[in-house]
């Protein structure tokens, strides 16, 4: 089987749709195909929308969590419940294209673990091409890794890598970062990109700003040491300041200059400290988050999953 998860946010007009292509690509492939919605607390009719397919075909799977808890958030609440030997995720905004993902499974049945599509000529805005590329460029210097900023979450993985990444407790997620975690037989091809139909992007350059953040401070120590080499900075500035102020008032007779050259001093060394303790606070609230051990996220109804798998249980949380 082939199983594919879709988080759902904003999207209602396109469900319909990409339910409907997606089951036509799967009878071409000649596989079994499960489609698994998860509402991130869509403020639309996404649920509505998503009861009255379900109710409609019964390999169409409804999640529907507590309150937003972000993407990659739900794709893990996805793929908690995948039942497939090779699972699909994509977005719900008809942009990954589903007559794209043959492409993406035949890629992987030929000894891949994840295949992940490589968007050659993305369809977006060019402000939002433009902040996520400074998005990925900054997350892959911080992160110490190299991030290609065409390829997202469109992509096929194995299910020996959906429990690999399952495993993984990070309460600051990346789905694209947790999936290179889990294994190093990756591969990426060039897919067709189409436009967005309905609605606008949810992420912000502020949003994105702070997803990148929170990847950095989970998976990189770097920003550590760049607060070493400021407060070096700052400290050697200082220093050479000093030596100066020597020189002038010993060789020259200069009288070392008014309250002014101080001040400035305590701001840039203040200013210094500051940034350093920000980060440091910044580590040690993520360890406090991480200390907690809540659950990943909180699932308030299911459609066609009554028979779970007694091993989810310690994967989520159900509220009745």
Same mark, same amino acid.
């Given at each position: 089987m082939l199983s594919v998860v879709i988080p759902v946010y904003g999207c209602c007009n396109c469900l319909c749709e990409l339910t409907k292509r997606l089951f036509a690509v799967g009878e071409s492939l000649?596989?079994?195909?499960? #489609?698994?919605l998860v509402n991130d607390a869509s403020p639309d009719a996404s649920w509505a929308c998503m009861k009255q397919l379900a109710e409609a075909d019964p390999r169409i799977k409804a999640i529907n969590l507590s309150r937003n808890f972000g993407q990659h958030f739900a794709i893990t609440a996805g793929l908690s419940y995948a039942k497939g030997e090779w699972i699909a995720v994509?977005?719900?905004d008809l942009q990954d294209v589903p007559e794209e993902l043959p492409k993406l499974y035949r890629k992987a049945l030929e000894g891949y673990d994840a295949v992940f599509g490589r968007r050659a000529v993305r369809q977006d805005h060019w402000q939002k091409r433009w902040t996520s590329l400074v998005f990925i460029k900054m997350l892959s210097w911080l992160a110490c890794t190299s991030i290609d900023p065409a390829i997202a979450n469109y992509s096929v993985i194995s299910s020996r890598v959906v429990a690999a990444v399952l495993q993984m407790k990070e309460r600051h997620r990346s789905y694209g970062m947790l999936v290179h975690l889990a294994t190093s037989? #990756?591969?990426s091809i060039d897919i067709e990109h189409a436009a967005r139909p309905y609605g606008e992007s949810s992420y912000t350059f502020t949003r994105k700003l702070r997803l990148a953040a929170d990847l950095v401070i989970s998976h990189s120590i770097r920003p550590l040491y760049v607060s070493v080499f400021v407060g070096f900075g700052f400290s050697a500035i200082g220093f050479l300041g000093i030596l100066y102020l020597m020189a002038r008032y010993f060789l020259l007779g200069i009288a070392v200059a008014g309250w002014a050259s101080t001040i400035v001093s305590i701001w840039l060394v203040g200013g210094a400290m500051m940034?350093?303790?920000? #980060?440091?606070?910044?580590?040690?609230?993520k360890v406090l988050e991480q200390a907690k051990e809540r659950p990943l996220f909180l699932v308030a109804e299911t459609l066609n999953l009554d028979n779970r798998n007694p091993e989810l249980a310690t994967r989520e949380t159900f509220l009745h």
């Open positions: 000649g596989t079994p195909m499960e #489609i698994i994509m977005d719900c037989k #990756i591969a940034f350093s303790q920000a #980060i440091l606070g910044l580590y040690l609230g």
